[in-house]
């Protein structure tokens, strides 16, 4: 039997909104011929900046708080100074992470521009492979200082009197990756990122600083976060999803996971007898299967209905978890593994898209814990090591429910939202939903997304799978029906208390 039992007293913590920030990286077309495209033939491209207008009207829909860059596995060869000042005099660099050549007209400047016009904040990831401290002090200087110092006149030179006030920064990315250029051992790493720590915080104590971490429960996390919470104010985790079945359960993993990660980070504060605040910033997280979207090729996933049920999953954990993680970065933001796929002519919203538009719109306020008795998913795609920790857990608190729950609560309009998937493939449930609190109002608004096949997918001919909102009297349980993704289903439950 499922059920549903929310009690709006039962608060985790409050949503940050940065949990629906995004991420663009210099591979395939996310930025060239995505976000920027100047020589557009069909009038897309903003003539005074190159972006397109298309593709930025549909990422304000997404009300997207902070965007990082340039990287991914792009930065870690990646020399800044490459991308700054006339664009007839940048260099043409072979770009090694997807082994491709990067022309360098799109930088800096031209990311801080995207986005101010998109309204979001700058997150830099910073070159810890190739890269020097010295250009990462540079690059830190050209963005925040107000100084009569080289690289703060140069950014003045370049049109920008005023500085960028990059308030976000990660030291390296996936420096524990064999694919990485540099890739380092966790103690190498970490004492590194320390040093590094102290000179940037040197030269603006106002930033915040991003550890280079691994899964969350890998001994990487242990050892780097046990040498940097002192100077550190976020600990990144990265993970994705990939496969027909195992998209829709990786993202329990990633939960518990970050269980883990918090378990560290505590160890790690007591230690150090810390008392500041240490979070989550799960920089990287989608669904990805490199073998169908190679990222040498560009990595253009074409999204399916369980792939936008995976991500309405990975969102899920995010607001569950809101006292932990307060930043989650969806890689990538267009083209690339992305819920958005342009041509010169135009573009179409993915699967995914609508899930997280839904979410970032919507899903902000307190966390409510939510109580959840659901079957439970245990085949054979379900991680090993979730399968022994959940050896003697009883269904009811296991993580691979078929029914996955979220809610927040609204003070403001005292209402109570609920994001709920069902993940089985061919079973309808007709869920109990019941409040601790009394009902108001008996109608309710449902968003749905949800098409009759999970291979259904969107594309430039038309989308089969989007959001259908409707309006219905409530009854006290709502049949969820097979692979979907209902959003906001009970908007306006307390609006008469």
Known sequence: MASIRIDIERVISAVDPRIYSGFIEHMGRCIYGGIYEPDNQHGLADPQTGFRSDVMAVLKDLKIPIVRYPGGNFVSSYRWQDGVGPKEQRPRRPELAWLSEESNLFGTDEFIDFCRELGTEPFICLNMGTGTLEDALAWLEYCNSSANTYYANLRRKNGHEKPHNVKYWALGNEVWGPWQIGQQESQDYAKKAYQWAKALKLLDPSIKLVSCGETGYADWDRVTLRKLAPVVDFHSIHTKANMQLTRLVVPAAAEKALDITRSLIDLAKI??????????????????????????????????????????????????????????????????ISPIITSPQGLFKQTTYYPLHLFTNLMRGASL?????????????????????????????????????????????????????????????????????????????????????LGDTNGFEGEKVRTVQKEVNWEGSYVLKKHSFQGRLLELIWSAL
Do not use: M
């Open 271 to 336: 230690e150090a007898g810390l008392e500041k605040d240490l979070t989550v910033c799960f920089d990287e997280w989608n669904v990805w299967d490199p073998v169908r979207a190679p990222g040498e090729k560009g990595a253009e996933e074409h999204y399916d209905l369980s792939d936008a049920i995976a991500v309405a999953s990975w969102l899920n954990v995010f607001v569950r978890k809101a006292d932990i993680v307060k930043i989650a970065c969806i890689a990538q933001s267009v083209n690339v």
């Open 369 to 453: 814990a939510v109580h959840v008795n659901s079957p439970v998913y245990t085949g054979p795609t379900v991680p090993t090591w979730i399968k022994q920790l959940d050896t003697h857990t009883p269904d009811t608190a296991k993580l691979t429910k078929y029914i996955d729950v979220s809610a927040v609560y609204v003070e403001e309009s005292k209402e109570v939202r609920v994001a709920v998937v069902n993940r089985h493939e061919s079973e309808d449930f007709t869920v109990p939903i019941v409040f601790a609190q009394p009902v108001g109002e008996k109608k309710v608004k449902i968003y749905e997304v949800w098409s009759p096949q």
